[in-house]
Nanobody, 121 residues
Framework: QVQLVESGGGLVQAGGSLRLSCAVS????????MGWFRQAPGKVREFVAA????????NYADSVKGRFTISRDNAKNMVWLQMNSLKPEDTAVYYC??????????????WGKGTHVTVSS
């Protein structure tokens, strides 16, 4: 059973930074594509960022390009989302997700329970 546990959310002022962490247990971490998603109040969940199994390839939503960075450490079974220059519209519950295979997009197989990020103006 794969388990994903997010941490690092909180309240931050606009222009500030947060670093989200996701600890993954279960099967071999390096076999997963890892992604971050978010869901704002009253909105559907949306893709934020993804990283390939080796960490070589990344993909970002246009809304976060240049501000957010996804990274992973396969030795530590960890993935992070560094969020800089935060905006009020980044307020959401952020979810860590994992998937088998190689495609950075498409459906994800495993999900964490989420961590709340609130950006005040």
């Amino acid at each position: 059973q794969v388990q994903l546990v997010e941490s690092g959310g909180g309240l931050v002022q606009a222009g500030g930074s947060l670093r989200l962490s996701c600890a993954v247990s279960g099967r071999t971490f390096r076999s997963y594509v890892m992604g971050w998603f978010r869901q704002a109040p009253g909105k559907v969940r949306e893709f934020v960022a993804a990283q390939s199994r080796s960490g070589t390839n990344t993909n970002y939503a246009d809304s976060v390009k240049g501000r957010f960075t996804i990274s992973r450490d396969n030795a530590k079974n960890m993935v992070w989302l560094q969020m800089n220059s935060l905006k009020p519209e980044d307020t959401a519950v952020y979810y860590c997700a994992a998937k088998d295979g190689y495609d950075l997009l498409g459906g994800y197989d495993y999900w964490g329970k989420g961590t709340h990020v609130t950006v005040s103006s």
